[in-house]
C-alpha cells in the first residue's frame, strides 16, 4: 500500500509557459503532501508542505507566486510553475504523508521539468 | 537548520567490496531514513531508525543510529552491480518535514 503516482512524468515547455503537475495518493488519504525539487546530481530541497485545505507553508527562498500549490482534496496535490523559465528545469516530487505528524513520507516517482 | 553531512560523496568499487557511507548531523533527530534512488525516478525508503544504538539489516545493508541520534551510518556488505545508486540519508526531528543529506553516488564495477 501507499502508493504516490506523479502525472506528468516528464514536460517540456516553452519558456514563460505554465506548468501544473499533479501528485495524488492512489490508496490512502494524505493529509499532507510535500513539494521537493532536485537539480542533477544534487539532493533533493523542500519546497513546500501543504495541508488538505489550507494554504501551503512555503521553504525559505521559494517563490510562492511563482510556485503555486493547491491540496484541495485528500488525495490530490498540484503543483503549477508559472511562467516558468529554463532555470526552473529540474525534477520535481512530491510526497504524501497520512498525518499532519510526524508521519512516514511516501514519494512519487518523480516529474522531470525541461523548459527552452 | 538542521544539516545532514553525507559522505563520501561519490564511491566507486569493485564487486565484492565492502563499502560504508556516513551520515552525520550536530542536530538529534526523532528518526532517520536512509533512501536509495536511481536515475530518473522518486527516492525509495530502505530503512527507518529511531532508537540510539539501534542497528537493522536488509540482507547485504546494515544500518546503525548513532547513540546520540545524530549520525547513522549504512554499511553493504559485497556489494553488487544491482546497489548502483544514489543513497540519501533524511532526518526528522519532532514535527518537522524531512531534511535530506546530499547524498552518496555510488558505482559497483562487476
Known amino acids: 500500500g501507499a502508493v504516490v503516482s506523479q502525472h506528468p512524468s516528464r514536460v517540456i515547455c516553452k519558456s514563460g509557459t505554465s506548468v501544473k503537475i499533479e501528485c495524488r495518493s492512489l490508496d490512502f488519504q494524505a493529509t499532507t503532501m510535500f513539494w521537493y525539487r532536485q537539480f542533477p546530481k544534487q539532493s533533493l530541497m523542500l519546497m513546500a508542505t501543504?495541508?488538505?485545505?489550507?494554504?501551503?507553508?512555503?521553504e525559505q527562498g521559494v517563490e510562492k507566486d511563482k510556485f503555486l500549490i493547491n491540496h484541495a482534496s485528500l488525495t490530490l496535490s498540484t503543483l503549477t510553475v508559472t511562467s516558468a523559465h529554463p532555470e526552473d528545469s529540474s525534477f520535481y516530487i512530491c510526497?504524501?504523508?497520512?498525518?499532519?505528524?510526524?508521519?512516514?513520507?511516501?514519494f512519487g516517482p518523480g516529474t522531470r521539468l525541461t523548459v527552452l | 537548520t538542521q544539516l545532514l553531512e553525507q559522505s563520501p560523496q561519490f564511491l566507486s568499487i569493485q564487486e565484492g567490496e565492502n563499502l560504508t557511507v556516513y551520515c552525520n548531523s550536530s542536530?538529534?533527530?526523532?528518526?532517520l531514513q536512509w533512501y536509495r534512488q536511481e536515475p530518473g525516478e522518486g527516492p525509495v525508503l530502505l530503512v527507518t531508525v529511531v532508537t540510539g544504538g539501534e542497528v537493522k539489516k536488509l540482507k547485504r545493508l546494515t544500518f546503525q543510529f548513532g547513540d546520540a541520534r545524530k549520525d547513522s551510518s549504512l554499511h553493504i556488505t559485497a556489494a553488487q552491480p544491482g546497489d548502483t545508486g544514489l543513497y540519501l540519508c533524511a532526518g526528522r526531528s519532532g514535527n518537522t518535514p524531512l531534511v535530506f543529506g546530499k547524498g552518496t553516488r555510488l558505482s559497483v564495477i562487476a
Open positions: 542536530s538529534v533527530f526523532s528518526s
Open positions: 501543504s495541508n488538505e485545505g489550507s494554504k501551503a507553508t512555503y
Open positions: 510526497s504524501a504523508s497520512r498525518t499532519s505528524g510526524p508521519d512516514t513520507q511516501y
